[in-house]
């Protein structure tokens, strides 16, 4: 059964670091795709991060420069590194993943990936 569990959520100061995880379990397909989404309550899911076995990345323009997106295959973990945190970073964060490839340009689409977790959730507050 495939399954994604989220960690490393938690409050943070502004200008904050967190690095979240999304262990893996049960997707060992040599073509996938992963990425991070966040959401804030009364708000759409927004894509943060994408990632695929071609390593090709997106990255929501908001992000860029302060977040990046990686997995270690032998471990099976996918990581969101977040640096430089806002107060609009605040949310739910989650992973998901689907067994196959997407095509770039819709790497950040919500609907395109079929496995989610249960999220973490991010705070930055000064």
């Known amino acids: 059964e495939e399954q994604l569990v989220e960690s490393g959520g938690g409050s943070v100061q502004i200008g904050g670091s967190l690095r979240l995880s999304c262990a893996t379990s049960?997707?060992?397909?040599?073509?996938?795709?992963m990425a991070w989404f966040r959401q804030v309550p009364g708000k759409k899911r927004e894509a943060v991060a994408a990632?695929?076995?071609?390593?090709?990345?997106k990255y929501a323009d908001s992000v860029k420069g302060r977040f990046t997106i990686s997995k270690d295959n032998a471990k099976n973990i996918l990581y969101l590194e977040m640096n430089n945190l806002k107060p609009e970073d605040t949310a739910m964060y989650y992973c998901?993943?689907?067994?196959?490839?997407?095509?770039?340009?819709?790497?950040?689409?919500?609907?395109?990936?079929?496995?989610w977790g249960q999220g973490t959730q991010v705070t930055v507050s000064s």
């Open positions: 990632i695929d076995s071609r390593d090709i990345i």
């Open positions: 998901a993943a689907r067994r196959s490839l997407i095509v770039p340009v819709q790497q950040m689409s919500e609907g395109l990936y079929n496995i």
């Open positions: 049960g997707i060992t397909d040599r073509l996938w795709s």
